[in-house]
């Protein structure tokens, strides 16, 4: 069984950056394509990024291109989200997905598409 475990999340002033980290045990997280997604109150859950195995094949949606950075290191199993120049209208609860793939070159932005889920970390910004 794959176990996925937020970390990083918390209070941050607008302008400011986190970075949020999903360990992968269970399985090692190079077999899978790997998503962050988003939930705020009141709000459909929404993709951010999304990586496939070969780590250079990525989304963002576009209220966050130039400014998160998504990436993997599969020898910790773990991705990474890294967070800057945050807004309040990122606040939200963050999630990490894996989907198992064996293209190296897939990545998908669909919430149903993804096997497994982490239990989410809080971001909240500031003004």
């Known amino acids: 069984q794959v176990r996925l475990v937020e970390s990083g999340g918390g209070l941050v002033q607008a302008g400011g950056s986190l970075r949020l980290s999903c360990a992968c045990s269970g399985r090692t997280i190079s077999l899978y394509a790997v998503g962050w997604f988003r939930q705020a109150p009141g709000k459909e859950r929404e993709c951010v990024a999304s990586v496939a195995l070969s780590g250079d094949t990525t989304y963002y949606a576009d209220s966050v291109k130039g400014r998160f950075t998504i990436s993997r290191d599969n020898a910790k199993s773990t991705a990474y989200l890294q967070m800057n120049s945050l807004k309040p209208e990122d606040t939200a609860v963050y999630y990490c997905?894996?989907?198992?793939?064996?293209?190296?070159?897939?990545?998908?932005?669909?919430?149903?598409?993804?096997?497994?889920w982490g239990q989410g970390t809080q971001v909240t910004v500031s003004s």
């Open positions: 997905a894996v989907k198992r793939s064996t293209s190296y070159y897939y990545y998908t932005i669909a919430a149903r598409e993804y096997d497994y």
